[in-house]
């Protein structure tokens, strides 16, 4: 079983910085991608960025040319830098991971979420 921790969210002022980060445990055979998701209560689950197995990075509209997301591929952990986050940036933040394993085969995982609240 793979299990992802989130951590960094909190509280942020706008303008500053954030960086989340999310951490894999358990016996990972292959990586596939990970990244976040960021929902916001009556809102659709939004792409935020996500780093795939060949390398390719894809950002989400609301957060292109502000954030980085980059993979520590030995420990299979995964940063998200956003800078100048303003407050439509607030939700939660989940972390996913598309990863097999040799028990379960090929599947998606998430974390739970950290809060992220952008606010002076």
């Known amino acids: 079983q793979v299990q992802l921790v989130e951590s960094g969210g909190g509280l942020v002022q706008p303008g500053g910085s954030l960086k989340l980060s999310c951490a894999t445990s358990?016996?990972?055979?292959?990586?596939?991608?990970m990244g976040w998701y960021r929902q916001v209560p009556g809102n659709q689950r939004e792409a935020v960025a996500a780093?795939?197995?060949?390398?390719?990075?894809i950002y989400g509209d609301s957060v292109k040319g502000r954030s980085t997301i980059s993979r520590d591929s030995a420990k299979n952990m995964v940063e998200l830098q956003l800078n100048s986050p303003e407050p439509d940036d607030t939700g939660v933040y989940l972390c996913?991971?598309?990863?097999?394993?040799?028990?379960?085969?090929?599947?998606?995982?998430w974390g739970q979420g950290t809060q992220v609240t952008v606010s002076s």
């Open positions: 780093i795939f197995e060949d390398g390719t990075i």
């Open positions: 996913f991971a598309d990863v097999s394993t040799v028990q379960n085969g090929r599947r998606q995982y």
């Open positions: 358990g016996s990972i055979f292959r990586f596939y991608g």
